[in-house]
């Protein structure tokens, strides 16, 4: 489970388009979930931010906060 509220996630610093990657090191892609618009619609959304190391999806940051492991 995780959880932060809206005071903590105030005092997050921006997220940028790209984020050091804790595992490799390597800088990666920031990415957003989709939402969907529609019942055939998706676009791509602003809440949740991620990137990817090889195969594998890390959760970076919520609404534009870059997340602090």
Same mark, same amino acid.
Do not use: P
């Given at each position: 489970?995780?959880? @932060?509220?809206? #005071? &903590?996630? %105030? &005092?997050? #610093?921006? @997220?940028?388009?790209? @984020? +050091? =990657? !804790? @595992? =490799? *090191?390597?800088?990666?892609?920031? &990415?957003?979930?989709? %939402?969907?618009?529609?019942? #055939?619609?998706? &676009?791509? *959304?602003? +809440?949740?931010?991620? /990137? +990817? =190391?090889? #195969?594998?999806? /890390?959760? =970076?940051?919520? !609404?534009? +906060? %870059?997340?602090?492991?």
């Amino acid at each position: 489970m995780f959880a @932060i509220g809206n #005071d &903590e996630l %105030r &005092e997050l #610093d921006d @997220i940028g388009e790209t @984020i +050091k =990657c !804790d @595992i =490799c *090191g390597q800088h990666h892609k920031v &990415e957003y979930g989709k %939402r969907r618009v529609s019942e #055939d619609v998706w &676009e791509e *959304g602003t +809440k949740l931010a991620f /990137y +990817k =190391c090889g #195969d594998t999806a /890390y959760l =970076c940051g919520i !609404d534009g +906060k %870059r997340l602090r492991r």
